[in-house]
């Protein structure tokens, strides 16, 4: 399978602790993505990082990227409670190819508690 | 400014009925339009991407068949819906350099 494959399935924090989610994949990638879904609406995007990229910094979310070992993590530093959603991470595998066709994992349902 | 339609929001269908499901993009012009499914507790599952009229590809043989009759219309369908076509229906579009896609509202679609 392309799919990714995110790490834990469900996880529970209180407010202004950070939330660290894994994400590992199986075949090589052109780049991965980490999105974000709130119950029943569609996907946001929140971060990219490419292949030949291990960490990349976007405002609280820092995102790693191991591709010898074929794992991404994403953290979120400081959390609140308006963070809670779902996080699933997708992977590009077509190099050089402008398909964008993205596959995802099941996700990581995010609660943080006030 | 850049929008994606889907409609309708929800929908109950009784197993063996047709289905139709319409998504349209405003603000872009020949965009790389995909079609996603997302069963209870799933991740979203890659169905039909197109990257023009007429020109559709198919991730997994299934229930389901999409068509692009214009530049910003994409349409999911079937003839005979199963039980096993139940789910959140999601539509997006290509919109970065890195193939970054951005998603519709999604539709709910319970066959019973």
């Known amino acids: 399978s392309q799919q990714g494959e995110e790490d834990p399935q469900a996880l529970s924090i209180q407010e202004g602790e950070n939330a660290t989610m894994n994400c590992s994949y199986k075949t090589s990638i052109n780049n991965l993505q980490w999105y974000r879904q709130n119950s029943g609406r569609g996907l946001v995007h929140l971060i990219l990082i490419r292949s030949n990229e291990r960490e990349k910094h976007s405002g609280r979310l820092r995102v790693t990227l191991d591709t010898s070992k074929k794992s991404s993590s994403l953290l979120i530093t400081a959390s609140r409670a308006a963070d809670t959603a779902s996080y699933f991470c997708?992977?590009?595998?077509?190099?050089?190819?402008?398909?964008?066709?993205?596959?995802f994992g099941r996700g990581t349902q995010l609660t943080v508690w006030p | 400014s850049q929008t994606i339609h889907q409609w309708p929001a929800t929908l109950v269908q009784p197993v063996g009925s047709p289905l139709s499901l319409e998504c349209t993009v405003e603000?872009?012009?020949?965009?790389?339009l995909y079609w996603y499914r997302q069963a209870a507790g799933r991740g979203l599952q890659l169905l039909f991407y197109s990257v023009g009229i007429g020109q559709i590809s198919s991730e997994v043989p299934q229930n389901l068949s999409a068509s692009r009759p214009q530049d910003r219309q994409f349409i999911l369908s079937s003839k005979k819906l199963l039980l096993s076509d139940s789910g959140f229906y999601l539509c997006a579009w290509k919109v970065g350099r890195y193939n970054e896609q951005f998603f519709g509202p999604g539709t709910r679609l319970t066959v019973l």
């Open positions: 603000g872009t012009s020949n965009p790389n």
């Open positions: 997708a992977t590009d595998p077509d190099r050089g190819s402008t398909l964008g066709r993205l596959y």
